[in-house]
Structure formats: structure tokens, C-alpha cells
Nanobody, 119 residues
Framework: VQLQASGGGLVQPGGSLRLSCAAS????????MNWYRQAPGKQRELVAG???????VYADSMKGRFTISRDNAKNMMYLQVNSLKPEDTAVYYC??????????????WGQGTLVTVSS
């Protein structure tokens, strides 16, 4: 599956953005849809994930500020990011992770969208 992230941009501290991830095919059976981010000079880190059944997980620093959602009918995933801080500046990547019994885990990545938080 091909993924394309969009919605990034320059935003002031305290501002909000809605990131979108469009998948090239159905994500109905994708076990996990995730958002990762990578700040300059840092390792890529998990931001949030959502299962096919709608269970969500968040990194501690994002809880209460970020909301992940998915629309299986539209093959889309979203990340609503609020109360942005300069340290949220990063390239945000969408990821699709499928677990196949007896075979392992398959990861698919989008190209990323840059979020810059600055006054």
C-alpha cells in the first residue's frame, strides 16, 4: 500500500493543524495505522497509533494534545494536533503495519509532511 501524508506547514506556538494520510488501497484490514515523527538530529519516534478496531495509543508527550483517527471507508488516517509547541517541529510520517500470522509484520511508509512550529 502506498501512503501520502499531507497537511503540514508553518504554525505559531499554540496553533493547530490537521494532518492527513491517504492510502492507495483499502486499510480496512491494516492492523495498525500510525503516525511517527522525526525531528532534526533525532530518531524517528511514535506519535500515535490506531488499530483496525479503533483502539488508540499515544506517546506520553502527545496525550491530550493530539488525536488520531482513521476512516476505513475513505482509506484515510488523520492526526489532529493542537497546542503545538516548538519541540513538535518535525517531519511527520504515516505508517501502515500489518501482522500476518506465521509470516511477520509488514510496514509501509509515506513520504512525510513537515510541521514547523515557530513564531
Amino acid at each position: 500500500v502506498q501512503l501520502q501524508a499531507s497537511g503540514g506547514g508553518l504554525v505559531q506556538p499554540g496553533g493547530s493543524l490537521r494532518l492527513s494520510c491517504a492510502a492507495s488501497k483499502s486499510i480496512f484490514s491494516v492492523n495498525w495505522m500510525n503516525w511517527y515523527r522525526q525531528a532534526p538530529g533525532k530518531q524517528r519516534e511514535l506519535v500515535a497509533g490506531i488499530t483496525s478496531g479503533g483502539t488508540t495509543v499515544y506517546a506520553d508527550s502527545m496525550k491530550g494534545r493530539f488525536t488520531i483517527s482513521r476512516d476505513n471507508a475513505k482509506n484515510m488516517m488523520y492526526l489532529q494536533v493542537n497546542s503545538l509547541k516548538p519541540e513538535d517541529t518535525a517531519v511527520y510520517y504515516c505508517n501502515a503495519r500489518t501482522v500476518v500470522a506465521g509470516q511477520g509484520t509488514y510496514d509501509y511508509w509515506g513520504q512525510g509532511t513537515l510541521v514547523t512550529v515557530s513564531s
